[in-house]
């Protein structure tokens, strides 16, 4: 299967048609397998029962904090790892009845933080040890900071394919951790997740009704598990971000369906970006195609802008929605399916 499943657009001056218009439409991917999901049973991981709408346009910073008396209802990150454990992995109904055999998804047990060399440069949030600030307003890139986004972009994808080799039953997702860990480092990158918020390892494993941002631990891979691994590196002060679904041993014709009918709905919303485009078309292009399916969209996750920070404007929804915010020219964002 194609691990691009999950872009982010970059602008670049000389405009369609030239020599880097694949790399623009496709320089990174990831997939939250239930970024689309049959009406889905379970609650969102990242902000859980807690997450409120807004009634303007949304803009990242107003997913984590509340203000009195203003309009916007906020989201903050917890300090603690514990409180981050409980938001990052999903929330179960246990009354809730389910049509599968499989066993229910339980957190496992997590190694300890690994250890990344002094001279690799780190993201601020690192550095300061507190919750990552969410950048407001869009970045622009000039030419240096397109080709680092390249650079960065390219590292991650080649992580994502290996961590991709790794998938199958009797693997545990913490050993890829391991493994995508120590190649980020080896070529003198970060790996973003680790430290971020409180997070405690170097990528995201999200295995089955697990939406996203799933840590990795002691639980080994089984039969007919779809994971998906979300890497981010940052490689000379700029994050490149990219994940995918990957279908462990034999997995069965509905979960398949579920990621490739994702995957159709992905590459029909990049097909529609351009500068200038209302980001809300976006919404509309993977709705509708998920509709055809009978499948609903997952609305406690976005896509965001990404590039020297890791998390920024704009926003980018899945679903219908009346955002006025249009794409622009050199900027770099997220499609999160």
Same mark, same amino acid.
């Given at each position: 299967m194609d691990i691009k499943t999950k872009v982010e657009r970059i602008y670049l001056k000389e405009?369609?048609?030239?020599? /880097?218009?694949?790399?623009?439409k496709i320089n990174r991917g990831r997939s939250m397998v239930g970024a689309l999901g049959a009406q889905p049973k379970i609650l969102s991981s990242f902000v859980s029962n807690r997450f409120l709408h807004s009634p $303007?346009? #949304?803009h990242l910073h107003q997913f984590f904090r509340y203000d009195a008396g203003a309009k916007h209802l906020y989201m903050q990150l917890p300090r603690t790892f514990s409180g981050l454990t409980n938001l990052l992995f999903n929330r179960r109904n246990v009354d809730e009845s389910t049509n599968t055999k499989r066993k229910r &998804?339980? #957190? *496992?047990?997590?190694?300890? &933080?690994?250890?990344?060399?002094?001279?690799?440069?780190?993201?601020? +949030? =690192?550095?300061?040890?507190?919750?990552? /600030?969410?950048?407001?307003g869009p970045e622009v890139h000039d030419e240096k900071g397109i080709e680092c986004m390249r650079a960065s972009g390219r590292l991650a994808a080649k992580v994502l394919e290996y961590? /991709?080799?790794? =998938?199958?039953? *009797?693997?545990?997702?913490?050993?890829?951790?391991?493994?995508?860990?120590?190649?980020?480092?080896?070529n003198g990158a970060y790996p973003s997740p680790l430290g971020y918020g409180g997070f405690p390892k170097s990528? %995201?494993?999200? =295995? $089955?009704?697990?939406? %996203?941002?799933?840590?990795?631990?002691?639980?080994? &891979?089984?039969? *007919?598990?779809?994971? $998906?691994?979300?890497?981010?590196?940052?490689? $000379? @002060? +700029?994050? *490149?971000?990219?994940?995918a679904t990957f279908f462990c041993g034999n997995v069965d014709d509905e979960a398949r369906n579920l990621v490739e009918v994702t995957k159709d709905c992905l590459y029909k919303a990049i097909s529609i %970006?351009?500068? @200038? =485009?209302?980001f809300k078309k976006i919404g509309k292009t993977i709705h509708d195609h998920g509709d055809k399916y009978r499948y609903g969209v997952v609305r406690q996750f976005v896509g965001h802008g990404v590039g020297r920070v890791f998390h920024s404007d704009p926003v980018v929804l899945h679903y219908r929605n009346k955002d006025s915010g249009r794409m622009m020219l050199n900027q770099t964002f997220t499609i999160g399916l």
């Amino acid at each position: 299967m194609d691990i691009k499943t999950k872009v982010e657009r970059i602008y670049l001056k000389e405009g369609k048609g030239s020599e /880097g218009e694949v790399e623009r439409k496709i320089n990174r991917g990831r997939s939250m397998v239930g970024a689309l999901g049959a009406q889905p049973k379970i609650l969102s991981s990242f902000v859980s029962n807690r997450f409120l709408h807004s009634p $303007n346009p #949304p803009h990242l910073h107003q997913f984590f904090r509340y203000d009195a008396g203003a309009k916007h209802l906020y989201m903050q990150l917890p300090r603690t790892f514990s409180g981050l454990t409980n938001l990052l992995f999903n929330r179960r109904n246990v009354d809730e009845s389910t049509n599968t055999k499989r066993k229910r &998804l339980r #957190p *496992g047990k997590v190694s300890p &933080l690994r250890p990344v060399p002094d001279h690799i440069l780190k993201p601020p +949030y =690192v550095k300061s040890k507190r919750p990552p /600030g969410i950048a407001s307003g869009p970045e622009v890139h000039d030419e240096k900071g397109i080709e680092c986004m390249r650079a960065s972009g390219r590292l991650a994808a080649k992580v994502l394919e290996y961590a /991709g080799t790794l =998938v199958q039953p *009797g693997t545990k997702t913490d050993e890829i951790d391991e493994a995508v860990h120590q190649m980020i480092i080896d070529n003198g990158a970060y790996p973003s997740p680790l430290g971020y918020g409180g997070f405690p390892k170097s990528v %995201c494993t999200s =295995v $089955n009704e697990c939406i %996203c941002h799933g840590i990795p631990d002691s639980r080994a &891979l089984e039969d *007919g598990d779809i994971i $998906n691994i979300d890497v981010t590196v940052y490689l $000379n @002060g +700029y994050h *490149g971000d990219t994940s995918a679904t990957f279908f462990c041993g034999n997995v069965d014709d509905e979960a398949r369906n579920l990621v490739e009918v994702t995957k159709d709905c992905l590459y029909k919303a990049i097909s529609i %970006c351009a500068p @200038g =485009v209302e980001f809300k078309k976006i919404g509309k292009t993977i709705h509708d195609h998920g509709d055809k399916y009978r499948y609903g969209v997952v609305r406690q996750f976005v896509g965001h802008g990404v590039g020297r920070v890791f998390h920024s404007d704009p926003v980018v929804l899945h679903y219908r929605n009346k955002d006025s915010g249009r794409m622009m020219l050199n900027q770099t964002f997220t499609i999160g399916l």
